[in-house]
């Protein structure tokens, strides 16, 4: 009979999950309606969950795979053409909002490694809700589509080093002196090292792959793509870990070696199914660590909404970047919406004792409501950019120009037209049509 509880449970627990998460992609936010059911049904408020650690070992599985595929998203040729612009904005929108936030902590005397940690968790950025919504306004293939998801790529790359160099920083956290700045070298020099690595593999995987796959019988072509990748995966997310990196990284790197594999994407997104699930599963389970009662206090419920603020603008002001203001209210409002690192960074900084109650639920307040604000915000912003490009032509035909005709970069790039043809963006806020999304195209 207790095998038959944990079955019953589980099954309510996947139902709630589905039916949750299709609610809250109504809002482009079905992240939120997941972490939702895990603290609800988990042991924040039910416990009416079963094997705990199983899910979250199958949740930590789905983040692997979500990982591996923001790094087969990657276009470098993406990346030269749109410049430095993109790069500048994710420096800054990954950057700004750990010092803010790292500040803010500190005025609510919570300095120290607890409010770089609970800063940290505010760096990453969730494309998304972002993606879906320049897809039904017609603008993904656009300048501006491209760079907002560029962007979110390299936002990514710099939020696993921080959260390489958090991780090393919780183990060692009784160093000092040249121990202690080694501690802050080390993930930064591995972490580098891997991702220099990841652009030697862009370049020699499809010559090392082309000479075998010609001799796999067509009908098998994608299982070998698929698992060759996996395996690719496993063993730099290994080596990454146990270097001093994340494993995060590595998996990011064993998908970008695949990035440039004819076929392999296609070969990947056969399997979304199981990989949406999983990933909703991770979501679950940041709900399990997550402290309701806490969340809920008053003085708790007030610093987490004080605590959006570093959130929110930390984000907001990388649209500045461009002279456009209704460009740059676009751009602004979708590197606002988090994902998964930032709630992954504020789950492990709790586990492992770095943040407290009340500053994780700060932390999380402020992850929530950024999540929440970005889509109705970017929604306005789209529509008053769609609207301004029908009653200016000249607007129309130079809405691929971050600066709308006036160049902020002297760069000469324009729009290639043919991106995000291929793949889906590294991220997931929901994708509107009541399924389980984990990633869109970059």
Known sequence: ?????????????????????????????????????????GPPVLNWVAQEEGIKLVGEVGLVLLVMEGGLSVQLGRLRK????????AVTGTLLP???????????????????????????????????????????????????????????????????????????????????????????????????LGLVFVNATPKVLARGIPRVPSAHVKTVLVCSMLFVTAGLSLAAGFAGSTHLLGAFVGGMAFAQVSGTMEAW????????????????????????????????????????????????????????WTNAKVVGFAMVGRGELGFKIAQEA???????KQSFAISVWALLLATLMSPFLMRRALAAKLRQEADDPHEASSGDDPSGGQRCQENGLEADGDALDQGRVHARSGNGNGTPSSVSAV
Request: charged share 10%; aromatic share 10%.
């Open 269 to 324: 997104l056969e399997f979304h199914h199981l990989t949406d699930w999983l990933v909703s599963i991770f979501f679950a389970s940041i709900g399990f660590s997550i402290p309701v009662s806490e969340l809920f206090d008053p003085e708790s419920l007030g610093l987490g909404l004080l605590y959006t603020l570093p959130a929110f603008f930390g984000k907001f002001v990388t649209g500045l970047f461009l002279c456009n």
């Open 98 to 196: 750990v010092f803010l936030g790292w500040g803010l902590m500190a005025a609510f005397g919570m300095g120290g490694l607890e409010g770089i940690a609970a800063g940290t968790a505010l760096s990453s950025t969730s494309i998304g809700m972002a993606t879906r919504m320049l897809q039904d306004a017609g603008q993904l293939q656009s300048y501006l589509g491209g760079l907002i998801c560029v962007a979110a790529m390299v936002d990514d790359v710099l939020s696993l080093v921080i959260l390489a160099v958090l991780g090393e920083l919780q183990n060692d956290g009784d160093k000092s002196g040249n121990d202690r700045a080694w501690s802050i070298v080390k993930p930064i020099v591995v972490s580098v090292a891997f991702i220099l």
């Open 1 to 41: 009979m207790a095998d038959l509880t944990d079955l019953s449970q589980t099954a309510v627990f996947l139902a709630a999950l589905w039916a949750v998460g299709l609610f809250f992609t109504l809002v482009y936010s079905q992240l939120i309606g997941e972490i939702v059911v895990g603290a609800v049904l």
């Open 350 to 356: 709790f586990e492992d004792d770095i943040l407290t």
């Open 82 to 89: 749109i410049g430095l612009v993109a790069i500048a904005i």
